[in-house]
DNA sequence: GGGGTTATCGTCGTAGTGACGACAAACCAC
DNA sequence: GTGGTTTGTCGTCACTACGACGATAACCCC
């Protein structure tokens, strides 16, 4: 059998969900070289005989500290020379949706773990190592552009959610405003999109909004656009 | 500096070009174990210290004989221990779409390479190697949907084309039936979809079509739905 | 109860599409 | 040439889906 060349791969996880009404990202503290002291995407290197999506799923526990109900997805692949001053490693991002959590617990080799409000990483206010800013960038878009044409907001949501609180998904991802009477035409309106779950719930002010689950659906034909307002 | 695991690295690549109006699949058959005399992707090592794309560029030229006018992007990774016998090998997969070309040259380690149909490859007509199957059949969806949103199609065309040809691409990657008058109203009709070149072309039978090259624009707002009839 | 707030339902005008008719401009058979 | 065939291009019509926005329902607080 022929020797084969070598690499060391890894996987990074691009971990999505909304605070506050808006987009945050979950980042580690490097408590070790190289970049010591800057945040990174959580993840870390694939073990032997370990297939991707489970050293996905692995990170995503070891960091969130849940297991189930969050959406993962493979993103993209960066494996430029340089990248990483180790030596030549490859690493599988992935992009994971979550709903709201608690504040994570720090990873064992992480100094420390915080959602970082997305506005703030993009406008580079967050130190980032590698070429963790590009990979999340490549994550962001990613995110914007399913919302259009799949049912993933629901990612987003407890399993029990109202049309408004599925809006402001969509409001925190995109970064503009929806109207609330057409964002309800569009969503009730599709079949298999989300189905009434009979209860009600009261958040504040105004009336009762009617609570859902997520649907059949998988895809919207048509889509919802972007350019909404 | 720590000791680092390692994996093998390589990349394979989903070459689609449309040939007597049928989509099909560029493979090559293996010459040597494992999977001799099966047909396989395109594809190959990536070389110390070199880039991913630069891998997939490299093995792209050596393959079809062609360096530009092909349009090439990450597909997907794959990395399931076992999927190659002679360990774990991680594979980088690319999706590539070339207007039709030539009969393909033999590379250097490939008994031969041939453009298949992919009916018959996505029909199991045609032996596989490794897990080629599944990432021939993640290609071929991956070009359908972005037919749908983007101007893509282009890609497979000639630099300069008619609408009718452009409708071939579609209709041979989707496997449906276009109305040529309803698309040649949505391809005309897109600012920046199509460009005129002023020039006409008679193919055959028929009144001679105007010529057409691409566009700037690479979105289609809104989409080409592939449930046209 | 009154005012404020949010959820939900309707209405209207318009863009985009599927179905399909009509004409234009080439070819072929005779 | 003449007529029939084939393919490209333009137009029409009905229907769907969406943006803008009015109206009503059902809660909160005071």
Redesign the interface.
Known sequence: ?PR??????TVDLVVLTIRDRALHVLLVERGIDPFAGAWALPGG????????DAAAHRELAEETGVAQGIHLE?L??????GRDP?????T?AWLALAPDLDEPAAGSDAAGARWWPMDAVVAGDVALAFDHAAIVADGLERARAKLE?SSLAAAFCPPEFTVAQLRAVYEAVWGVAIDPRNFHRKVTGTPGFVEPTGGTIAEGAGRPARLFRRGPTETL???L?R?QS
Chains 1, 2 share one sequence.
């Open positions: 059998m084969l060349p070598a690499a060391s791969v290197f694939v073990l032997a005989d370990e297939d991707l493979q993209r692949t960066y494996g430029a020379p180790r030596g030549h490693v490859v599988v044409y034909h048509p889509p656009t350019a």
